[in-house]
């Protein structure tokens, strides 16, 4: 007996094509998000107080920031907040910015 072959169409990933799609911003939010988890792992897993742990909370607060200029304010304002940035990671102008809450979506 033959055995039958699935056509090639049934073997795709349903996220396949993806790629083709770069510029549609539910693409977009997708490859924020993992990026933003990516670093928020490396954050965590940096020594605390380091220039690897401040690096890395910066880079985890700009893919935030892109990632909330993406998205609906209500699913924004979902969002859990991002952790505490280490000693050395804001300059005095950011940690105002920050404790007034400027630049947020």
Do not use: N
């Amino acid at each position: 007996m033959a055995e039958a072959r699935l056509p090639e169409e049934a073997l795709r990933r349903p996220w396949h094509g993806a790629s083709d799609r770069a510029a549609d911003p539910a693409i977009v939010l997708i490859r924020l998000q993992r990026a933003e988890i990516e670093v928020l792992i490396a954050f965590r897993c940096a020594a605390a107080g380091s220039e690897e742990a401040a690096r890395a909370w910066r880079q985890l607060a700009t893919l935030r920031a892109k990632r909330v200029a993406l998205m609906p304010r209500e699913a924004a304002s979902r969002l859990p907040p991002l952790p505490t940035p280490p000693a050395g990671a804001l300059s005095t102008w950011q940690r105002l910015r920050q404790r007034l809450g400027l630049g947020r979506g």
